[in-house]
Nanobody, 121 residues
Framework: QLQASGGGLVTAGGSLRLSCAAS???????MGWFRQAPGKEREFVAA????????YYADSVKGRFTISRDNAKNTVYLQTNSLKPEDTAVYYC?????????????????WGQGTLVTVSS
């Protein structure tokens, strides 16, 4: 099971640290964060390889968000800085079928519940 947390209401320019804790099994795979804004399709945000050595980011968050993981704690993090109103969305973490970092949504086969991030202007 994947459980995302850390969302909330923040003003533009603020920061939040999202966490995704895995329980019941160890996700020895690439982990990713996705988001879905109201009325929009789900989109890729960031991904990290099993080793943590490779990361990918969507252009819209590059330089502002940082994905990391602590395999000993079976937890993935998403540090979100300089938040903008357009970052408002439900953020989901997911586990991929592969070890390497991937942006392909079809490679992710296990999804957690989301956490809502609301950025006010």
């Amino acid at each position: 099971q994947l459980q995302a947390s850390g969302g909330g209401l923040v003003t533009a320019g603020g920061s939040l640290r999202l966490s995704c804790a895995a329980s019941g099994r160890t996700f020895s795979s690439c982990m990713g964060w996705f988001r879905q804004a109201p009325g929009k399709e789900r989109e890729f945000v960031a991904a990290i390889s099993w080793s943590g050595g490779i990361t990918y980011y969507a252009d819209s968050v590059k330089g502002r968000f940082t994905i990391s993981r602590d395999n000993a704690k079976n937890t993935v993090y998403l540090q979100t800085n300089s938040l903008k109103p357009e970052d408002t969305a439900v953020y989901y973490c997911a586990a991929a079928k592969v070890l390497y970092a991937t942006t392909e949504t079809t490679k992710y086969d296990y999804w957690g519940q989301g956490t809502l991030v609301t950025v006010s202007s």
